[in-house]
């Protein structure tokens, strides 16, 4: 299975550049699958209902979510009908929505989606390890599995607690990707278990920017620790970040990983398996 993984898409500058460029980066990395971080989507801030319909029509198989998850309200109400978005699955019991999903691939091919997010820096939820091993108890692995792949979006600020995850969990899953500091990291891998692996997948927005939203506003707010103005993303031409991963359908584990950069600012980087 190829899966296509795509960092957090910041505001407009984003979302236009994912809406326009997913159906050919789609058709010319043969993606079996489309995964995409959208927490920022919404003027750097959740995501709303049109916009979660627009990136599904574009390509995207499931859409996963973070600490912004209900920054749009309206969302509360429309993640229970829609199975395809998912938020952490460490929130507490009872919150609104999934942390996991399965979907269908070419040939009946199944893939597992994990959402989870970390604790270290962030807002103090319950435990994402102890929940994604719960999560995972459900499912097998591999060609006779109930999942021939799967993979976890962990959406957190430390690279400790990303990197603790992948270990955690080498060789149980196809790959685990970390999302939320929109830096895409240079350490995309193959764990000895067998699970791919990256940092920090970056993000997709304009990287002409502080971390995706506008160089004065959000760099004032360093130099003055009083409320400043209002962060406002970046609207120049927007990166499209992620990684590409391989799995063999026997396993469920990983054969190839590479990065993808497509358009905006950063040097592009495209895989040639």
Known sequence: ???LFLGDVV?????????????ELRRRLAADAVVVNVENASHGFGVSPDMVRAFLVAGADVLTLGNHSWDRKEIIGFIDGEPRLIRPLNYPPGTPG???TVVEVAGGRKLLVINAMGRLFMEPLDDPFRAVQAELARHSLGAAGTVQAAMIDIHAE????KMAMAHSFDGKVSLVVGTH????SADHRILPGGTAYMTDA??????????GMQKGGAALRFWKKVPGEKLAPAEGPATLSGVLVRTDDATGLAQEVAPVRHGGLLAPAMPDF
């Open 1 to 3: 299975m190829r899966i």
């Open 11 to 23: 505001g407009r500058s984003g979302r236009d550049a994912l809406t326009a460029a997913l159906p």
């Open 98 to 100: 999934r942390g996991a």
């Open 158 to 161: 430390a690279t400790s607690e």
């Open 181 to 184: 500091t929109h830096v895409p």
């Open 202 to 211: 970056g993000m997709c927005g304009d990287y002409d920017s502080v971390i």
